[in-house]
């Protein structure tokens, strides 16, 4: 059964803060193999004009999923979660994600298709810090396939 069009603009409450450190960081760029000094020495983080170090550019992803699923759980919209598939992922940053920030995000609807009886769930996440800055969206596609014929 299609997904319902009416949710399309749907947003959802802010998160709960997530409170960004050092570690998390320095395990997430271990994780993904990226040994930039600027994930994990706050001198050299520094000398680049960051306050302490970043993290890479995905990280933020961790935060936004968890966020996505206020999206995902929502009976009313009936998405069929045994059943999706994530297509796709983009990110636009204002500035890095760095340790000491404490985000929020706020998800949204952007679209709902259907394409050969798969739906497509294009969700917003716009995270923002503590004293209200914007830091980054994350725009996730989530493909849910089409029941099996029985």
């Known amino acids: 059964m299609a997904l319902d069009q ?12 997530y ?6 960081i320095r395990e997430f760029a271990e994780a993904i193999g ?39 759980e929502d009976p009313a919209l009936g998405l069929d979660y045994s059943r999706v598939v994530h297509g796709d ?10 340790a000491g920030d404490r985000l929020s995000v706020t998800s949204s609807i952007e679209s709902i298709k259907s394409l050969a009886g798969n739906d497509v769930l ?3 996440g716009d995270v923002h810090d503590d ?5 980054v969206t994350a725009y996730t596609k989530l ?8």
Do not use: C, M, W
Not at 19 to 24: S, Y
Not at 59 to 66: A, G, I, N
Not at 131 to 135: A, D, K, N, R, T
Not at 143 to 150: D, G, H, K, N, S
């Open 89 to 98: 992922q983009k990110f636009v940053h204002t500035r890095p994600v760095r």
């Open 34 to 72: 990226d040994a930039n000094p600027v994930y994990t020495d706050p001198d050299v983080a520094k000398e680049l004009g960051h306050p302490d170090v970043i993290a890479p550019p995905t990280f933020v992803f961790s935060v936004t999923f968890k966020a996505a699923f206020q999206v995902i």
């Open 131 to 135: 004293s209200g800055e914007h830091v």
């Open 143 to 150: 493909v849910a396939r089409a029941a099996e014929e029985a």
């Open 122 to 124: 294009s969700v917003r």
């Open 6 to 17: 009416s949710f399309v603009g749907r947003s959802y409450p802010p998160t709960r803060p």
């Open 19 to 24: 409170e960004v450190g050092r570690e998390k």
